[in-house]
């Protein structure tokens, strides 16, 4: 249990930044190299594990998730026009890499079992201006990407994961972020594993990922110099700054380096949920997480289902008396002032706002307490046998 400031309240939150121990050490040792600035050792280090662990072509630590999208978006030449598929509820940068480019978001409903878009709806909003499927890997549960993968080589079209909570996640035995042309990864500080704020691009195409370089380095070919390969750099195409500092890098590699013990440990106490709270998904009082047989998932989160949005505030409000911080998730992006300005929802939104209203985040990340975590599920079992 920790305490806050004031007060000396205890208190479970809802997330903890993630210190694993080293990633002092590893900061101090870029700045005693003099190399704090993108593309050192460390970020190379972390492509490479990166690389290794997803058997992609090609990996890219970026600023951000929400640049490794903008930066998909470059690659697959999305411009004023096109129409990119995605469901409604997800973060809005899954939205913003391709608004930013010209093109409208189409929104279609989501699966409520996964809360995944559902790829049975994918195909009939599909017109001539479709470019690009953008499945969202909701809790690191992968989206049904056979299915989806046979509609986009069907209308050839582009398919672009946003796995920012997928690493350590697979489908099928193949890591989430790797099943379609690109894939992209978020180390935020709320994500399994953390650089602050980062991400990361994932490439399945080698001239893909040789332009990816290009863009992500102002426009100009300066890895292919730092590599030997040319004997000066210049600016050879439109790009931006897409690189992380080296003190990022560093604090994310302490992770890497224990990858299998933070999921490990996380798995731990999601099944824990998953175990204790069975009982009051047998009696009808909530759902809990489902995880297809395909999908193996990385514990990102652990949610539960109220009834409906007047008993999840209820819930919330009276966890929060409690001391825990427990929290609801997106609000579908096609309610939204700029979701309506940019985007349209195409079908029935049968499931996308009525699960939203329902679903409730607990507590949950690396170093969670057997105590905290007690305290958390006596909690929601004392308000449902309460009601």
Not at 63 to 69: E, I, P, V
């Amino acid at each position: 249990m920790r305490e806050e400031e004031r007060g000396k309240r205890k208190l479970v939150y809802f997330n903890v930044p993630l210190v694993v121990g080293g990633e002092m050490d590893f900061i101090e040792d870029a700045i005693r190299t003099r190399k704090i600035c993108g593309d050192g050792r460390y970020t190379h280090m972390c492509n490479d594990w990166i690389q290794k662990k997803t058997k992609s072509e090609g990996v890219l630590l970026t600023t951000s998730c929400t640049h490794a999208t903008e930066l998909a978006a470059i690659l697959c030449d999305i411009k004023a026009g096109d129409e990119v598929i995605m469901p409604s509820y997800t973060f809005v940068s899954t939205a913003d890499a391709f608004v930013l480019r010209g093109a409208r978001a189409v929104f279609v409903d989501i699966r409520p079992d996964t809360m995944n878009i559902d790829e049975n709806l994918i195909e009939p909003a599909i017109t001539g201006r479709t470019k690009a499927i953008v499945p969202v890997h909701y809790a690191g549960v992968s989206c049904e990407m056979d299915r989806i993968m046979a509609i986009a080589a069907k209308y050839h079209l582009y398919v672009i994961e946003d796995a920012a909570q997928g690493m350590m996640a697979s489908y099928k035995g193949r890591q989430l972020g790797t099943i379609g042309d690109i894939g992209c990864y978020s180390f935020h500080e709320t994500k399994n594993f953390s650089m602050g704020e980062g991400g990361a691009i994932l490439l399945k195409n080698g001239a893909m990922l040789e332009q990816a370089e290009i863009i992500r380095e102002k426009g100009t070919n300066r890895s292919k110099f730092f590599r030997g390969q040319i004997d000066k750099y210049t600016w050879v195409a439109a790009g931006s700054s897409y690189l992380p500092s080296e003190l990022n890098a560093a604090y994310l590699w302490a992770q890497l380096q224990k990858a299998d013990e933070i999921c490990d440990n996380r798995m731990a106490s999601w099944r824990r949920y998953q175990d204790e709270l069975g009982a009051l998904e047998q009696a009808g009082y909530i759902d809990l997480p489902y995880v297809p047989e395909a999908c193996m998932h990385n514990a990102h989160m652990f949610y539960i289902k109220a009834k409906d949005l007047e008993e999840r505030t209820r819930l919330i409000a009276y966890l929060k008396e409690k001391g825990i911080m427990a929290v609801f998730h997106y609000i579908p992006l096609h309610t939204a002032p700029a979701g309506q300005k940019y985007g349209e929802f195409r079908g029935e939104d049968r499931y996308t706002t009525a699960e939203s209203e329902r679903l409730v985040r607990l507590p949950l990340y690396y170093g969670l307490s057997e105590q905290d975590q007690t305290m958390v599920i006596e909690a929601v079992r004392k308000f449902y046998t309460s009601l």
